[in-house]
């Protein structure tokens, strides 16, 4: 920011007074200053409807929060009153940048559940899984990179590498997952170019935005392009044990330890206030990781592990997960009954295993962006579309969240959203407007439901 000196002006009877400044009037006087990956951050497009999101009269079914109503919150409460009253002073101080070693080995347990059999020294504990997701990324890219997502992708990871002036290329989706033929062809393309691609971010199980889950057939064809070109995987598996009608699938990181980095979290599994998540990484990778948390943070929150290796200890988590399992179905349950009820004619849906989260294809001619303001007058709320895209697709996308509201107000939800696409679609026949151009991608099976 550049200095401007005052001038002086002698007045008369000899006194020096300071010249009126011309005034700036730019919003932000340090504007001048910020590096240049500050232009790389983006408004999460979540984040920005929570203000209306949030009002009681609004069916919210954009966010991802998790419903947290069934823990058992009166004996937590008395387990970690004991852990104040006898570890306080342990639980209170500063620790470990890599997590205390108790705590990475409950995440060796946890993991298990999933196949993943690692060493706690691999693991490093992270201010949730999107710290340790920003750690990666920071470890990893230079401004320029090509880091490869699924296309639609997480819209927080989107940020992190828009932040460090990542390049995004998105790799197409079926109801199988990630694409193999195009993930080869976009890595051949890329590399021909003389462009370094970082890695490769994953959602495998129950996808967000899209609840996709990748099959294990998928996945074995995802790591055999791993290893003929030495590509890292980083994968995102948040709502892996959150499955709702089958057994878990094996992680990637079953799969290969080699090319494949894990990120994990208990904000769905226990507690997202908690701030704890963590990457399970190759042993080199894990010390630039380490070093790049001390710079951050200089250690995770300590007081968030001691609780949660309480819980783990304490309770039956495994049950508790059980009882998330049978309230995240319900819920599941009522939006699928609710958008086979109220969708209007050309809609198409995914039908999501697990997991927060339903991908919806809007009739033609329909534009998620344009119809949220009239959905919010209508007091209903989801996610556009292009949130979950760098290069502008999805405007005939949604996303809905099914974790949160009840099932009554799910099925609430599904008729005023339908309301307003009948609405949307009748303008467009009395005015004769043009379909919008196909800028989507559909991933859902099969023909629209019948609703006759």
């Known amino acids: 920011m550049e200095f401007h000196p005052r001038r002086w002006v002698r007045q008369a009877g000899g006194v020096s007074l300071p010249e009126p400044s011309r005034r700036d009037t730019r919003l932000d006087s340090y504007v001048d200053a910020y590096a240049e990956r500050t232009h790389g951050l983006q408004v999460s497009a979540v984040r920005a409807l929570f203000a209306v999101a949030n009002r009681p009269e609004v069916v919210s079914l954009a966010g991802g929060m998790p419903n947290i109503t069934d823990l058992p919150r009166e004996a937590l409460a008395k387990a970690v009153d004991r852990l104040i009253t006898d570890r306080g002073t342990q639980a209170m101080q500063y620790g470990s940048g890599q997590g205390e070693p108790f705590m990475r080995d409950r ?14 020294d691999d693991v490093v504990v992270t201010c949730g899984s999107q710290q340790a997701l920003d750690l990666v990324t920071r470890v990893f ?7 490869l997502a699924e296309g639609p992708s997480y819209v927080g990871a ?9 390049e995004v290329v998105h790799i197409g989706m ?25 890695f490769l971010y994953t959602i495998p199980n129950f996808q967000n935005p899209t609840g996709v889950t990748q099959t294990l057939r998928r996945r074995h064809e995802v790591i055999a392009i791993a290893r003929e070109y030495d590509l890292l ?15 878990p699938l094996p992680a990637l990181r079953s799969l290969d330890a080699d090319h494949v980095l894990y990120l994990g979290s208990f904000s769905k599994i226990f507690a997202p206030g908690f701030r704890v998540g963590w990457a399970l990484a190759p042993h080199a990778v894990r010390e630039k990781l380490v070093l790049t948390q001390e710079a951050a ?19 039956d988590w495994r049950a508790q997960i059980d009882v998330f399992r049978g309230m995240y179905r319900e819920r599941r349950d009522a939006m699928m009954s609710g958008l086979t009820q109220h969708m209007p004619e050309g809609t198409t849906w995914t039908h999501p295993t697990g997991g927060f989260f339903v991908w919806v294809t809007l009739p033609e001619g329909l534009d998620s962006q344009a119809m949220l303001p009239r959905a919010v007058n209508a007091r209903v709320a989801y996610t556009t579309g292009t949130a979950f895209y760098a290069d502008g697709l999805g405007s005939r996308n949604m996303r809905l969240s099914f974790c949160f509201p009840t099932p009554e107000r799910i099925l609430e939800g599904t008729r005023r959203l339908g309301e307003v696409m009948e609405q949307e679609l009748q303008l467009h026949r009395t005015f004769g407007l043009g379909s919008e151009p196909l800028r989507h991608h559909d991933l859902t099976a099969g023909p629209a439901p019948d609703i006759s």
């Open 107 to 120: 995440i060796v347990e946890v993991m298990a559940e999933e196949d993943v059999h690692a060493h706690a």
């Open 141 to 147: 890219c230079d401004p320029g990179d090509v880091v």
């Open 158 to 166: 989107l940020g992190t590498f828009h932040a460090y002036q990542c």
């Open 174 to 198: 079926d109801d199988e997952g990630i694409d193999p033929v195009a993930l080869r062809v976009a890595l051949v393309s890329l590399r021909a170019a003389g462009r370094r691609v970082k």
């Open 233 to 247: 995987i980083v994968e995102d598996n948040p709502y892996g044990l959150l499955t709702l009608d089958a057994e």
């Open 297 to 315: 943070t200089l250690c995770p929150p300590v007081f968030s592990q001691f609780a949660i290796a309480t819980y783990l200890d304490e309770f």
